[in-house]
């Protein structure tokens, strides 16, 4: 009423007019709170806020029937942890608009056709069993459900096509039957059976004699690179499609009966069994494109059982689908809600039927799970990290199960994958800096009498590497007791070769002091230069002019020199490269300047390995170095004692991803290009005959566009050629590197097997695992030069792995 006084004071009813317009914005903007909301803490009932909420939209269809089934398609395939809720509302909108349930369940078909053509394989696992779940809301037909299940389980017999497409339609109809099993068993049982022995012949798991007439066999080569331990004891590490089958199997015995599912629409039988049903349109799975992206393989993690909760609800078993199902709705809620950890954590916490699970193991093993996926987790690592943080704060006891869990990973680190192990140290020490690095060293006290390269004293000293980054060096030396010293890393300090009293009777001893005057006294680069000339090269013959480019000691003088003057700070050393950095591309012309540049800096900086990835970053960047040189230097004689280190692989990994962006960034400005020349020449053709002037200056331009065309051509092929080289140098190194330990160790009858192979066969595994996408590029030249069939199996074998996780 206020409303309305306050537009008629206002000439020509102005304000009138604006409310008018912002309206049906905010009612939009309501109704898509109320249905995002809906399952939310309330004070009434689940089942009275849906009835509520089913009333207010069935009375908003006639104006805004475009914007309900756009949000309640949206919800089904980004909220996929609340799935039974919104089933249940589109259930009682069909029961009240037989209309409008036939348009949502075509809109999300339309949907779903989108979301495989663009690759969104997750996304569109949650659409089809929003759709099998409709069935137990009477919205959705039974036989035409199991009419799509039958055509996703035809894509088995495609032939040509990849075994990681014909899991995924396998896997996505498993994934329905927790939820549909049970009302499409009761009215299609034979196509039923029917359709789960055609998977079972599919999966070759007891039918191999029969499958093996009617499927190709299914290839299981992957699964070795993909476990995140090699024992099988405690827990076997299985491959997920064998994993669901047994659950689903499981089901199956126990009729279909499961007690986790919420079935909000169980309240409301008596008014969906009478609403009339919808059959599906027909839907055909989408041809295979050479392009389709599907998701890699996995294997599900496994930490806990029932014997580590041993107080409280019983945990269910590893085949028991109830397992599956709390599983996949956790995942879910950290799916939605991983941007923000509060809302994450708070979430987890509140799951519907808690107190019937030992819901604090399943969500360590679920958020430890997804941490430790290969080839790489669905979040960023850090991630993991604070929501686990936030968990801690959330509950009192501060979760013992993480401590519980810490412990089990440190026992099992013998057999535990040495990419885990790496974000294993990462979680633990970022986790450690946020409780005053409080822990119990004591009970590992058992890593002080192994060998130093063995698992458990490497990771102990790795996490306290990594804990100095996060603190500083005394505070590690008094939280770790004194016995632990060993372990302890070195005091970060600058390592000056011509800065004490042995350094002077050094060759280049006398040119440090005076580079060391002139950088303070502000001197020129060409002065500098000029200096630097008349350094000796203990490479070259007074009477030889060739080797002019580099001068091992011309390098040695002046980085030392520079980076002991800019010792103080990352910044400081950072500014320095900059300022000379003419100079270290005039020294750096030869590779043996890179790899020698590279050299000095490991020399002075030993005993801090943050700064010597942030400096070899900074070069990379700069161009003073280039990733070829990295490599090749990371895997030198040089840096053997050092080659099991985790700041190796992590500058080794970044200098690999930057050589990627570089590719990316250029492909991408050639695309640009192309698409502009498009545009103009299909402006060209519309424009029909304008005047000449503006014919020529459009010519002109597209003359320009096509040369930046060709010469961005020649950058990207340059840059994949650079790319390719860059993996070509890394491979051959491994295989040189792995061949010499297994010819060693057939010669002298020594066991293969030891701390140094595990980890270096590892991280061969770990590099084909991280950068799939781009290696996939270069398979046919690695085959062909590097992985051939005479190479040695247990190399092959890694290599064989990783082309079986495309298949």
């Known amino acids: 009423m206020s409303r309305r006084r ?30 995002c909301r809906v399952g939310e803490k309330s004070t009434s009932s689940l089942e009275s806020n849906l009835e509520g909420l089913a009333g207010v939209l069935e009375a908003d269809l006639p104006n805004y029937k475009n914007k309900i089934l756009r949000i309640l398609c949206a919800v089904a395939r980004l909220l996929p942890e609340k799935l039974t809720v919104y089933t249940t509302l589109v259930g009682l909108l069909n029961a009240r608009n037989y209309n409008f349930g036939g348009e949502f369940v075509e809109a999300m078909i339309r949907q779903l056709k989108e979301t495989l053509k663009n690759n969104l394989y997750n996304e569109a696992v949650y659409l089809v069993r929003f759709l099998s779940d409709l069935v137990n809301c009477h919205v959705i037909a039974a036989p035409s459900m199991v009419v799509m299940f039958e055509n996703f389980v035809s894509v088995t017999q495609e032939e040509d096509v990849p075994q990681v497409r014909s899991d995924w339609f396998v896997y996505v109809v498993l994934s329905c039957l927790p939820w549909v099993g049970k009302e499409l068993y009761e009215k299609k049982d034979v196509e039923m059976d029917r359709l789960l022995s055609q998977i079972e012949g599919y999966l ?61 629409y169980i309240a409301f039988d008596s008014v969906l069994c009478e609403a009339l049903q919808h059959n599906l349109p027909p839907f055909t799975p989408p041809g295979h494109m050479p392009d389709a992206q599907y998701p890699i393989p996995r294997v599900i993690f496994r930490m806990f059982d029932y014997t580590d909760a041993p107080e409280g609800p019983v945990m269910p078993g590893s085949h028991s689908v109830e397992r599956f199902v709390i599983e996949e709705n956790l995942h879910c809620i950290i799916k939605t809600h991983w941007k923000e950890r509060k809302t994450c954590a708070a979430q987890l916490l509140s799951y519907p039927g808690k107190n019937k699970i030992p819901l604090n193991y399943h969500i360590v093993e679920v958020i430890f799970g997804e941490l430790f996926q290969l080839p790489l987790p669905p979040h960023i690592d850090v991630m993991y990290t604070t929501l686990l943080i936030e968990l801690c704060k959330l509950q009192p006891g501060s979760l013992p199960q993480l401590a519980q869990a810490t412990e089990m990973l440190y026992m099992r680190l013998d057999t535990m994958n040495t990419t885990c192990i790496d974000r294993f140290i990462n979680w633990f020490s970022h986790h450690l800096s946020n409780f005053q690095f409080r822990w119990s060293w004591d009970d590992w006290a058992d890593c002080l009498t192994l060998d130093l390269e063995k698992p458990k004293p490497k990771f102990v000293k790795e996490v306290l590497e990594k804990s100095m980054r996060l603190s500083y060096h005394q505070r590690i030396v008094d939280i770790v007791p004194p016995t632990f010293s060993a372990l302890i890393p070195a005091e970060p300090i600058f390592s000056f070769k011509y800065g004490d009293e042995s350094g002077t009777s050094l060759p280049g001893y006398p040119v440090s002091i005076t580079v060391s005057n002139a950088i303070k006294n502000r001197a020129s680069n060409e002065e500098i230069l000029a200096i630097l000339k008349e350094v000796p090269n203990p490479n070259q013959e007074d009477d030889d002019d060739e080797g002019e480019s580099f001068n091992p000691l011309k390098i040695d003088v ?114 640009e290009a192309k698409d502009k020349l498009e545009k103009q020449q299909h402006k060209k053709r519309d424009s029909g005959d304008d005047e000449d002037m503006e014919k020529n200056s459009e010519e002109d331009e597209e003359g320009q566009l096509e040369e930046q065309i060709e010469k961005l051509q020649e950058k990207v092929e340059s840059a994949q050629s650079e790319q390719k080289n860059l993996f070509l140098v890394i491979f051959q190194r491994f295989i040189m590197l792995l061949t010499e330990h297994l010819v060693r160790c057939e010669t002298g009858s020594v066991d293969i097997s030891t701390p140094w192979y595990k980890n270096c066969i590892e991280r061969l595994q770990q590099v084909f695992l991280m950068h799939h996408g781009t290696i996939q590029q270069y398979m046919g030249t690695l085959e062909n030069l590097l992985f051939t069939a005479e190479l040695d199996h247990h190399i092959l074998a890694v290599y064989q792995q990783f082309c079986a996780l495309q298949l």
């Open 6 to 35: 306050h537009s008629d004071e206002n000439d020509g009813g102005q304000a009138h007019k604006r409310r008018r317009t912002s309206e049906p914005i905010e009612i939009e903007d309501r109704l898509e709170s109320l249905i």
């Open 204 to 264: 070759n798991l007891t039918l191999p004699h029969l499958a093996l007439h009617i499927f190709r066999r299914r290839v299981k080569t992957h699964v070795p690179m993909l476990q995140v331990w090699t024992a099988e004891k405690p827990h076997p590490q299985e491959e997920y499609l064998d994993c669901l089958w047994a659950q689903i199997q499981k089901l199956k015995k126990d009729r279909w009966q499961e007690r986790h599912i919420l079935r909000p």
């Open 558 to 671: 002046f980085l030392q020199t520079l980076l002991h003057l800019a010792a103080k700070s990352f910044s400081h050393s950072f500014s320095a490269l900059g300022k000379f950095h003419e100079i270290l591309k005039n020294l750096t012309e030869s590779d043996d300047g890179k790899l020698h540049i590279l050299k000095v800096i490991y020399e002075v900086w030993r005993n801090h390995p943050q700064m010597i990835a942030v400096l070899v970053d900074k070069m990379i960047r700069t161009q003073i170095v280039d990733c070829a040189a990295v490599a090749n230097w990371l895997f030198s004689q040089d840096m053997a004692h050092e080659f099991t280190r985790l700041f190796i692989w992590e500058i080794l990994h970044s200098t690999i991803r930057k050589m990627n962006k570089h590719v990316q960034k250029i492909q991408k400005e050639l695309e």
